[in-house]
């Protein structure tokens, strides 16, 4: 596909983007998008490698390994080169119900699978996917597209984060009528409140894409908070078929000494509280301005915390991963095409690169205690150094290293560390079996929980993952439910 000596005759680019100084100022996204040509460059580069790797959405070691709604990259990668950019976005929503959202939060397993990447950068697969649809809102081309025909068939989704959000749109799509309950004050659920403005722009990219989908004929019911104001018995009594999407939400926790000290916060309260100030206009009632500021956790969602806190203003910032440093390269354990393990400084590290002058991460280290001050405020906690080291079951444990306790200033801690599924309320309500993680017992492609009608899809189902995984399990999900529903399905 492309040009077929495209990857020999040019180099990876990037768009640049904004400056951090710059960024920091506000909460408006932080990419740019390249001018055509060389988009269409970067298209060429997609070479005819006879198995492209980057569609075929596996897991290999526990991690994605290519796309799993198996987008078919190569094709309007393709299209990009030729200039046929209808074409690529038609292609595009084959697979992909929201490429908006993919296109700027997926990590790019794709990247990590591209045959190029053997041997050299890969093809730029995520900028080429997010400039197909940005190009197709602003030239008119993503319209409204309600179904011809209604089954007659009432479907209940809970939840509206991406999961939700493609059963909805698939479900709908086949001509069912279609309800999502959504607990929030807005629909979007994770891309709603989960993700920083800066990253996933609210109105001008989750709000615009709901707003299409109303238009399609589905139906959002937000401050829905099923099992507390929205009885649970209602789906079974007057919805045909029920999808459950609620996410896992339950953060996992870190229940050491001053734990209950005022200023210990889960990142995601931290990232909601935000979300809503900026799209309210005001500050954050939970503000990092002026504090010293430990994030606890080296993921996406403690990425987002970082570049939170130095657009609050805060003082110093550390985040600490109990992991040890990725390498620079891949290792002999860490063959393509599965997700690379490699160091790299996301957005937030970059702005807090250049802000404090390095990078915040501080790696096998983890916290022994939160330390108070007076009103039982956190005034420091106290960090200690540890090795990765096999007990008698052979399994690896951390161990603290004597003499390396370390005291440090905090008025704010953030806890990142990750969830542990899905909260239980409504599933005990409606008594859905469970499996041995906590997550909505319900096998993968056929969705259906322990409920006649009922099915699960998401992180409710799969545990804490990617947003793509999501979209996948959400469009299965309605599949299922369609052929649940009549017989028979269309839906891929």
């Known amino acids: 596909m492309g040009k077929p000596t495209g990857f020999i005759e040019y180099l990876r680019e990037l768009p ?3 400056p951090p100084a710059e960024r920091v100022k506000d909460w408006k996204e932080f990419h740019h998008h390249m001018d055509e040509k060389k988009l269409r460059t970067q298209g060429a580069r997609c070479m005819d490698c006879g198995v492209p790797f980057c569609h075929t959405g596996k897991l290999i070691s526990g991690m994605a390994s290519g796309c799993p709604i198996n987008n078919l990259i190569p094709e309007w990668n393709d299209l990009v080169y030729r200039g046929l950019w209808h074409e690529a976005l038609d292609r595009l929503h084959k697979t992909n ?13 794709c990247e990590g699978s591209c045959v190029l990447g053997i041997n050299a950068p890969p093809v730029t697969i995520k900028n080429i996917e997010a400039s197909i649809t940005d190009r197709g809102w602003e030239e008119g081309w993503v319209l409204p597209e309600a179904p011809k025909v209604r089954t007659g068939k009432k479907v209940a989704v809970i939840g509206s984060g991406p999961a939700g959000l493609a059963c909805a749109a698939q479900l709908n799509k086949a001509g069912h009528s279609v309800t999502v309950f959504e607990r929030a004050d807005r629909p979007g659920g994770l891309l709603m409140y989960g993700i920083p403005n800066m990253k996933l722009d609210k109105k001008e990219v989750v709000l615009r894409r709901i707003q299409l989908m109303e238009q399609e004929g589905i139906k959002f019911i937000c401050n829905a908070n099923v099992g507390d104001n929205v009885e ?3 789906f079974l009594k007057e919805y045909d078929a029920t999808v459950i999407c609620t996410g896992a939400t339950q953060p996992r926790d870190l229940p050491i000494e001053g734990r209950a000290l005022s200023g210990v916060h889960f990142a995601m309260e931290f990232l909601t509280a935000n979300t809503k100030a900026v799209l309210a206009g005001h500050a954050s009632p939970i503000n ?35 992991l040890p ?21 996301d957005y937030g590290q970059e702005e807090a690169a250049a802000k404090f002058g390095a990078d915040p991460r501080i790696y096998l280290t ?3 205690k939160f330390v108070g001050a007076a009103a039982g405020k956190l005034k420091e906690i106290v960090t200690v150094e540890i090795k990765w080291e096999k007990n008698d079951k052979g399994q690896f444990i951390p ?3 004597p003499g390396t306790e370390k005291t440090r200033p905090a008025q704010l801690v953030l806890l990142a560390m990750g969830f542990l599924g899905p909260e239980q309320a409504i599933l005990k309500d409606l008594k859905l079996e469970t499996d041995a993680r906590s997550n909505i017992k319900a096998e993968h492609e056929k969705y259906t929980t322990s409920i006649k009608g009922v099915f699960a899809a998401g992180d409710c189902r799969r545990g804490q993952s990617l947003v793509v995984w999501a979209i996948n399990e959400g469009r299965g999900a309605a599949r299922e439910c369609d052929r649940y529903l009549m017989g028979s399905t269309d839906l891929p």
Not at 102 to 108: E, L
Not at 296 to 322: A, F, M, N, P, Y
Not at 330 to 341: C, G, L, S
């Open 325 to 345: 440093k990725p390498p620079l390269e891949r290792t002999a354990d860490n063959p393509w095409p599965e997700w690379p393990k490699t160091y790299k400084m």
């Open 97 to 109: 119900n929201f490429p908006e959202f993919t296109g700027r939060v997926c990590p790019a397993p």
């Open 366 to 368: 983890t916290v022994k």
């Open 16 to 18: 640049v983007d904004r």
């Open 232 to 234: 649970s018995e209602i």
């Open 399 to 401: 161990k603290e290293q």
């Open 288 to 322: 990092a301005k002026d504090k010293d500021v430990i994030v606890i956790g080296g993921g996406d969602t403690g990425t987002d915390c970082v570049g939170t806190s130095i657009r609050h203003g805060c003082k110093s910032l550390v985040q600490i991963e109990i």
